[in-house]
């Protein structure tokens, strides 16, 4: 999505460009100016349009990483009654 995003920034800008609205840089920095005022120009973009996406994927990552910890201490804490059965006996 923020490749799309960041394509059609990039298409505004050429157009943009090409009709003498925005200025085309410096010498033959013109293709170098394109991408990186359309980076500049998709970045805050990304930020705002994908929030909701950004969020729900934080949300499972979060789920995932605390499902992982609960089989970490699940897994210690039998690695630590066999070692302690072993000691004893």
Request: aromatic share 4%; charged share 20%; glycine share 8%.
């Amino acid at each position: 999505m923020r490749l799309g995003i960041f394509v059609g920034c990039l298409v505004l800008v050429a157009g943009l460009v090409r009709l003498g609205w925005v200025p085309a840089g410096l010498g033959d920095a013109n293709p170098a100016w394109v991408v990186l005022l359309a980076l500049v120009l998709s970045a805050p973009l990304s930020f705002v349009l994908l929030r909701k996406q950004r969020d729900e994927m934080s949300a499972t990552i979060t789920g995932r990483v605390a499902g992982a910890k609960q089989k970490l201490a699940a897994s210690r804490s039998q690695e630590d009654a066999a070692d302690d059965a072993t000691r004893v006996a």
